[in-house]
């Protein structure tokens, strides 16, 4: 415990990862690319059809929107894999600083096996979540979303009313 309490490095690897990982991570997705106006011309008429008279590219916005938030996927399961390594390794040299332990080899290595099946249990439980949000997050859209397009307020429309999610 005196290694957790006294130096924290376990906690302190955990915001390295969120505050470094993860924003490097993200800055290396190509949002460009997908945002390119050639790409967003494609999607749109690809998910409206090519018919001239339709004007409705809702359908294609959101694909827009989810093909772009499923490439956030990689590096959020990544985040995952990365707490989950800093959690085994505290858990490796707690074991292997408690004294008491020390004495009962054979009960070392239970405290071991137990300690990392569940946190590998939680891992695999965290990647579901995380993938579970990002595709909760990619079709929230909804109809309200498109009625008033940045566009029409520039031509004189009212803004579009926000909606706070809970």
């Given at each position: 415990?005196?290694?957790?309490?006294?130096?924290?490095?376990?906690?302190?690897?955990?915001?390295?990862?969120?505050?470094?990982?993860?924003?490097?991570?993200?800055?290396?997705?190509?949002?460009?690319?997908?945002?390119?106006?050639?790409?967003?011309?494609?999607?749109?008429?690809?998910?409206?059809?090519?018919?001239?008279?339709?004007?409705?590219?809702?359908?294609?916005?959101?694909?827009?929107?989810?093909?772009?938030?499923?490439?956030?996927?990689?590096?959020?399961?990544?985040?995952?894999?990365?707490?989950?390594?800093?959690?085994?390794?505290?858990?490796?040299?707690?074991?292997?600083?408690?004294a008491e332990l020390k004495q009962y080899p054979s009960l070392k290595v239970e405290v071991m096996s137990a300690a990392c099946e569940s946190l590998d249990r939680i891992r695999i439980e965290s990647k579901k979540g995380t993938s579970q949000l990002v595709d909760m997050e990619s079709n929230y859209l909804t109809v309200d979303f498109f009625r008033m397009l940045p566009q029409d307020v520039e031509k004189g429309g009212s803004k579009r009313v926000r909606h706070n999610r809970l």
């Open positions: 415990m005196k290694l957790i309490i006294c130096r924290r490095p376990g906690g302190e690897k955990v915001y390295v990862v969120f505050d470094n990982q993860l924003p490097a991570a993200l800055k290396r997705l190509q949002f460009d690319k997908q945002l390119s106006m050639e790409n967003v011309r494609k999607l749109i008429t690809e998910a409206d059809g090519y018919q001239p008279h339709l004007i409705a590219p809702a359908q294609g916005y959101r694909r827009l929107i989810e093909s772009t938030m499923i490439t956030i996927k990689s590096p959020a399961e990544a985040v995952v894999d990365a707490v989950h390594s800093i959690l085994k390794d505290l858990v490796r040299k707690s074991i292997k600083e408690t």
